[in-house]
């Protein structure tokens, strides 16, 4: 499926992307009174990273992802599992059935998405009292290598800006009038990843992809000049930032 943003030649590098943190998860699963058997919707489910959570905690799942690249590496890794099937579509129109799902989760996907269509379609795809989850992965950048990394980001791109990924949610949900029960969850998370998978990962960022323009090869071959001088397995802190809502 064509989207405005073209994940196609990412999709082999998000599979390197950090995982999501199990406590903030377990976190939603307790607020949210989520339990295994329940029905859940991934949008944007990508390659699967928040999908093989919620399937490790006994959900039903129906993962919708938009690009065929994407999704076809995220079936390969649930293809062993059970209680999985995978649909293409959209936040906006994710072509599943109303009032189906206990909850709807967006994992790094929220930002793509036409955020008013995509809260009401996910309100569509509720039952009575349903939940939805949004969430991304930041890099701690008080870490000193991640402070390098974004001087170096921030000297090629002056005005660079991580967009909605890194803003606070709640004003969104609130302002909506769909929601209530707003809260917020944070986890932290430490990905052990090897210098090179750093840099696969690295090429996978849209964001910094869109905005580098030409010059995003010379961002990533400052990055892994950067990543030549540190041990060959770095120790990447990560925080789990989710805001999670109810269907009034």
């Not at 599979?15 to 998860?25: H, Q, V």
């Not at 949008?43 to 919620?54: D, E, P, R, S, Y």
């Not at 964001?207 to 580098?212: I, M, Y």
Request: glycine content about 6%; proline content about 2%; some cysteine.
């Amino acid at each position: 499926m064509k989207t405005e943003w073209d994940y196609t030649n990412l999709a082999k590098a998000y599979l390197k992307r950090p995982d999501y943190s199990s406590d903030a998860i377990d976190e939603l699963f307790k607020m949210a009174s989520i339990n295994k058997g329940d029905q859940a919707c991934d949008v944007g489910a990508g390659v699967a990273h928040l999908t093989l959570h919620l399937l490790k905690r006994g959900l039903n799942v129906v993962a919708v992802e938009p690009n065929d690249n994407m999704r076809k590496y995220g079936i390969q890794r649930t293809t062993d599992l059970k209680n999985i099937k995978w649909f293409e579509g959209t936040g906006e129109k994710t072509n599943q059935s109303s009032k189906s799902f206990n909850i709807v989760t967006f994992g790094s996907s929220f930002n793509v998405c036409n955020q008013e269509l995509a809260m009401n379609e996910s309100v569509r795809l509720l039952k009575e009292k349903g939940w939805i989850a949004i969430m991304w992965n930041h890099r701690n950048l008080k870490d000193p290598l991640q402070e390098s990394i974004e001087e170096i980001i921030t000297t090629n791109i002056p005005n660079y800006d991580y967009g909605n990924r890194r803003a606070d949610q709640s004003d969104t949900l609130q302002k909506s009038n769909l929601f209530t029960n707003i809260e917020t969850i944070q986890g932290s998370v430490i990905q052990q990843q090897s210098t090179t998978d750093i840099i696969e990962a690295w090429r996978s960022h849209g964001t910094l992809h869109r905005q580098a323009g030409n010059n995003f090869h010379k961002i990533i071959e400052e990055i892994e000049k950067l990543l030549s001088k540190t041990t060959p397995i770095v120790d990447v802190p990560y925080d789990t930032r989710m805001w999670v809502a109810q269907v009034k």
